[in-house]
């Protein structure tokens, strides 16, 4: 891992790829497959390989900085593919070119890293709110004795992107034990009462798949009249489920079967998967601990100068949807 | 859990181990899937596929029966979360862990949960 900016050394490679071709944040982008080629020519990775990570860095939904800002066809939250390479372009954004900066020496670190965390690829760290991070990497640079207390209640719970909510032991978590963190989307009651309004689903889970797996507990199953006690828990009462998505904005509308209230449904549709999922974490120290050693290890360093330098990168970068 | 029991209630000879098995056992563990010791023979992995089908979010992803018949593992993404199917594990072991395997009822439906010591032994080969 690059350690002065967090991200992996693939990742990192990718950056050093687009840089040496040009496609800097404020230039034309360039062709994926060129950046590709650069990226075999540097470390022999094959890009029927690296482009799964290229497409990761550049898709504003899986990481809260994306490192590459991605022109064309980069797939969606459902089960819609990327292009393939030869059809898209991508350049560096912001956030890349100041996580380049920082590994060549010429910014002083950035969290990065700790920011987008690793769960997206199925890592065992969480990304957190960046604004959150820079918070607390401020206040122990400003105030080196602030308690690990207020430390963890600044940076929060870990931060997804599709707005989900996070529950678990996020004590443990912070503590830097083993532990299953529960996402959950809102489910709620429509204005009319008759409908039920399914959004911010949890990450990393096709939202298409999650359409289809409501559509499949809503049939009926053959076996229902010997076991009916078993079909209550399993099938959902629903007449009908629809996509209401749009722009990027995942939103699925239930509707009850006739005699059916939404609040009896809204429970069980809340441990569909997909609806709710677990994500096994393991800070690689406790979280308050991270925060202290990156600023220790940095102290020489102007980090208030690169963190506010990060802090503009964000805010130049397209809000992302869910 | 309720995967198992919707299987099990599809006629599916299967034996749960795993976390699900720990749990309906009453230890505090997290259940994050749901792992199942499938029997072997044609007739049973057919049942398995068909039911298979009824609860997958992508049923054409998944192998025949024939196919099942020497895979040593089949993953399957449900609407009631995630089922492995250890394959491998059933034509090895099938009659050493249904032998003290007991019944514990899910809603309605019984389901066979392997003894505790043998989900414990299974557990230890896997992480060895």
């Given at each position: 891992v690059g350690e002065r900016s967090g991200i992996g050394l693939v990742e990192l490679s990718m950056l050093e790829a687009l840089d040496s071709l040009g496609a800097r944040a404020?230039?034309?982008?360039?062709?994926?497959?060129?950046?590709?080629?650069?990226v075999d020519t540097q470390i022999g990775l094959a890009p029927g390989y690296a482009y799964q990570l290229l497409v990761d860095l550049a898709q504003p939904w899986t990481l809260a900085l994306p490192l590459v800002d991605g022109v064309g066809n980069f797939g969606s939250r459902g089960n819609d593919p990327p292009a393939n390479y030869r059809y898209t372009d991508t350049r560096l954004s912001r956030a890349g070119e100041v996580a380049l900066a920082a590994e060549r020496g010429t910014l002083a670190p950035v969290p990065i890293g700790l920011i987008n965390g690793n769960t997206h690829r199925e890592g065992l760290r969480p990304?957190?709110?960046?604004?959150?991070?820079?918070k607390a990497l401020r206040q122990v640079i400003r105030h080196p004795r602030v308690s690990d207390g207020e430390l963890t209640e600044i940076i929060g719970p870990p931060d997804f992107l599709t707005g989900c909510a996070v529950t678990g032991d996020l004590a443990a978590m912070a503590a830097g034990q083993a532990t299953d963190l529960v996402?959950?989307?809102?489910?709620?009651?429509?204005?009319?009462?008759?409908?039920?309004?399914?959004?911010?689903?949890?990450?990393?889970f096709s939202t298409d798949d999650v359409v289809c797996g409501i559509a499949q507990r809503a049939r009926d199953h053959h076996w229902a009249r010997n076991h009916p006690e078993l079909s209550t828990h399993a099938r959902l009462p629903l007449a009908d489920v629809r996509d209401a998505s749009k722009r990027g904005n995942y939103r699925f509308v239930c509707v009850p079967e006739p005699g059916t209230g939404p609040d009896e449904i809204i429970e069980q549709l809340r441990l569909v998967y997909g609806v709710q999922t677990r994500v096994p974490?393991?800070?690689?120290?406790?979280?308050?601990?991270?925060?202290?050693?990156w600023v220790r290890a940095f102290r020489d360093e102007d980090?208030?100068?690169?963190l506010a330098t990060l802090e503009e990168a964000i805010a130049g970068q397209a809000v992302p949807s869910q | 859990v309720l995967a198992a029991a919707v299987l099990a209630a599809d006629d599916v000879s299967c034996l749960l181990v795993g976390s699900a098995?720990?749990?309906?056992?009453?230890?505090?563990?997290?259940?994050?899937?749901?792992?199942?010791?499938?029997?072997?023979?044609?007739?049973?992995?057919?049942?398995?596929r068909d039911g298979l089908a009824r609860i997958a979010l992508r049923p054409r992803a998944l192998p025949s029966a024939r196919s099942m018949g020497w895979l040593p593992m089949v993953a399957v993404m449900t609407s009631y979360g995630k089922v492995d199917c250890l394959l491998e594990r059933g034509?090895?072991?099938?009659?050493?862990?249904?032998?003290?395997?007991?019944?514990?009822?899910?809603?309605?439906?019984?389901?066979?949960?392997?003894?505790?010591?043998?989900?414990?032994?299974?557990?230890?080969?896997?992480?060895?």
């Open positions: 404020d230039r034309r982008p360039r062709r994926s497959v060129r950046v590709l080629q650069a990304p957190f709110a960046p604004d959150r991070v820079i996402l959950y989307a809102s489910v709620t009651a429509g204005e009319d009462g008759r409908q039920i309004i399914i959004e911010n689903t949890p990450p990393y974490v393991l800070l690689p120290k406790p979280l308050p601990r991270m925060i202290r050693s980090l208030l100068g690169s | 098995a720990l749990w309906l056992h009453g230890e505090p563990v997290g259940v994050s899937d749901v792992d199942l010791v499938i029997e072997p023979g044609g007739a049973n992995l057919q049942r398995l034509r090895l072991g099938w009659e050493q862990l249904s032998q003290h395997a007991t019944t514990i009822r899910v809603a309605d439906s019984g389901v066979l949960v392997a003894s505790q010591g043998n989900v414990l032994a299974l557990r230890r080969r896997f992480k060895e």
